[in-house]
């Protein structure tokens, strides 16, 4: 696709849930982002996969959060046992090659409410 | 470890008004320096970026001067326009690495 596709773009979950939130990078980039904003907050890095691996998982603040890239193209962000405290937007994002930083692109996020 | 403060807002200004806003950081190493922006309903876009000191990023009347001793990369405007309004981070990220760390975001509004 042209650019970043994230879904859903708005998502409301009880506590104690699972979700997954979806990201489909742009075509060909090889390199996929995870990151969280919280309101008021800059994003704070997840995860990056380069091509199927996670290359640096340092960035996921517990074990209830887990990525996978199977096939190297989309991505799946994974929260089990859903807090309060994990309501925030997670942004995307795709680059052609891991340290091609200026190629960085966006999706507009996933709006994560745990009620 | 490393880290990116800036400015907080919200910051108000009057259409044509000079706008700065500061940003200053920490690092161990070189780090690439840039400013996204975040405009009202649509993700995060890259504004400028500089990669050494003594650089300057500039795009769409924005720039943004690479201080290295004073660990500055403040953003300026000669004169700001309404369709300016938005979110503004200032990020880095060091030349080994992949992850972008961000600041908290600044947000601007412009009054026409």
């Known amino acids: 696709g042209a650019g970043v596709s994230q879904t859903p773009s708005n998502k409301v979950t009880e506590k104690g849930k699972y979700v997954e939130l979806r990201c489909d990078p742009i075509?060909?980039?090889?390199?996929l982002y995870w990151y969280r904003q919280s309101l008021g907050q800059g994003p704070e890095f997840l995860i990056y996969f380069q091509g199927t691996g996670a290359a640096d998982d340092s960035g996921l603040p517990n074990d209830r959060f887990f990525a996978v890239r199977p096939e190297g193209s989309v991505s799946t962000l994974k929260i089990q046992r859903t807090e309060r405290g994990d309501s925030a937007v997670y942004l995307c994002?795709?680059?052609?090659?891991?340290?091609?930083?200026?190629?960085?692109?966006f999706g507009s996020g996933t709006r994560l409410t745990v009620v | 470890g490393n880290s990116v403060t800036q400015m907080e807002g919200p910051v108000t200004l009057s259409e044509e008004a000079f706008l700065t806003i500061n940003c200053t950081y920490t690092a161990t190493g070189y780090p690439s320096l840039f400013w996204y922006v975040q405009y009202p309903g649509e993700g995060l876009q890259l504004l400028l970026k500089a990669t050494k000191a003594d650089d300057k990023g500039s795009n769409k009347g924005f720039e943004a001067t690479y201080r290295k001793e004073t660990t500055s990369f403040h953003l300026e405007k000669g004169s700001v326009q309404v369709s300016d309004s938005a979110v503004y981070f200032c990020?880095?990220?060091?030349?080994?690495?992949?992850?972008?760390?961000f600041g908290s975001g600044t947000r601007l509004s412009i009054r026409p």
């Open positions: 075509s060909g980039h090889t390199a």
């Open positions: 994002a795709s680059s052609p090659a891991t340290g091609d930083l200026y190629g960085y692109t």
């Open positions: 990020a880095l990220s060091e030349s080994s690495a992949s992850k972008i760390i």
